[in-house]
Nanobody
């Protein structure tokens, strides 16, 4: 079955960095658009970054542009989110998402907490 397993979350001070990883299995990874979402309790799940297939075109939420970088390694079936200069408002559960019509798969999430 399809699995998306996130890792790399944790507690970090403002200005610090984390790299999230999402390892995929059970799907043809290279054919899926990969996305990172985040969600705080009581709020909507918002798209943070996406990376497409083939040329790997990327898109970012305005709030993270210039600080976060999404990348993928199709040989390892893994997508990454490098997060630099973290701010308290980045605190959220981060979810990996794989999308290719008609499919839409989600990981279980990894918590990122930015606090001094």
């Amino acid at each position: 079955q399809v699995q998306l397993v996130e890792s790399g979350g944790g507690l970090v001070q403002p200005g610090g960095s984390l790299r999230l990883s999402c390892a995929a299995s059970g799907l043809t990874f290279s054919t899926y658009t990969m996305n990172w979402y985040r969600q705080d309790p009581g709020k909507e799940r918002d798209l943070v970054a996406s990376i497409g297939t083939f040329g790997g075109m990327t898109n970012y939420a305005d709030s993270v542009k210039g600080r976060f970088t999404i990348s993928r390694d199709d040989a390892k079936a893994t997508v990454y989110l490098q997060m630099n200069n973290l701010k308290p408002e980045d605190t959220a559960a981060y979810y990996c998402n794989a999308r290719k019509v008609p499919f839409n798969f989600w990981g279980q999430g990894t918590q990122v907490t930015v606090s001094s």
